[in-house]
């Protein structure tokens, strides 16, 4: 059974720093893609950065280039989002997303970790 | 951007009714349209690829239809267990894959 779950989440003053990280389990990790997808309070979702399989191609939206760092650990089979100056409306569930069938479809998702950035 | 647009907002449907959903692009995404089911408190839950594709272990009660700009998510008699927020995502515009801002599907 393929299994994702995040940690990490907290909260966190404006400009400050976190570090999400997601386990997976069930499935060969070092073979997929990897997204993180947010949503913040009541809102609809937000693909936020996406990694290949060996690290080789690292793509991030316009609103956390910059300032956000995607990374894997294939031997710990974990994906990693390092989050810096962070602002009020970073505030949002971050959700880990295995790619499936094709770039950008996401087959199965954690329960998310929810980050707030205030004061 | 492509830019996902839902309607309705909300669709208030008794049980045992059909619900029709639909979604529309601002530029063609071929076929890559994806619909996800997100109930509350829980991760979304992939539906639909390929615009008509049902993920495993979807009901046959779901289906979807539509290319190029228009997309339709149709589930033919409601469960209990459908009441939920519905969402379109493009996978076509790579990367930059964006989400329609969701459809609650609600108890009439």
């Known amino acids: 059974e393929v299994q994702l779950v995040e940690s990490g989440g907290g909260l966190v003053k404006p400009g400050g720093s976190l570090r999400l990280s997601c386990a997976a389990s069930?499935?060969?990790?070092?073979?997929?893609?990897m997204n993180w997808v947010r949503q913040a309070p009541g809102k609809g979702l937000e693909w936020v950065s996406s990694?290949?399989?060996?690290?080789?191609?690292?793509y991030y939206a316009d609103s956390v280039k910059g300032r956000f760092t995607i990374s894997r650990d294939n031997a710990k089979n974990s994906l990693y989002l390092q989050m810096n100056s962070l602002r009020a409306e970073d505030t949002a569930v971050y959700y880990c997303?295995?790619?499936?069938?094709?770039?950008?479809?996401?087959?199965?998702w954690g329960q998310g970790t929810l980050v707030t950035v205030s004061s | 951007e492509i830019v996902m647009t839902q309607s309705p907002a909300t669709l208030s449907v008794s049980p045992g009714e059909r619900a029709t959903l639909s979604c529309r692009a601002s530029?063609?995404?071929?076929?890559?349209l994806a619909w996800y089911q997100q109930k509350p408190g829980q991760a979304p839950r992939l539906l639909i690829y390929?615009?008509?594709t049902r993920a495993t272990g979807i009901p046959a009660r779901f289906s979807g239809s539509g290319s190029g700009t228009e997309f339709t998510l149709t589930i033919s008699s409601l469960q209990s267990e459908d009441f939920a927020v519905y969402y379109c995502?493009?996978?076509?515009?790579?990367?930059?894959?964006?989400f329609g801002q969701g459809t609650k599907v609600e108890i009439k």
């Open positions: 990694i290949s399989s060996s690290s080789s191609y690292i």
């Open positions: 997303a295995r790619v499936g069938a094709a770039a950008g479809l996401f087959d199965y």
């Open positions: 530029q063609s995404v071929s076929s890559n």
């Open positions: 995502q493009q996978y076509n515009n790579w990367p930059r894959w964006t």
């Open positions: 390929g615009a008509s």
């Open positions: 069930g499935f060969t990790f070092s073979s997929y893609s």
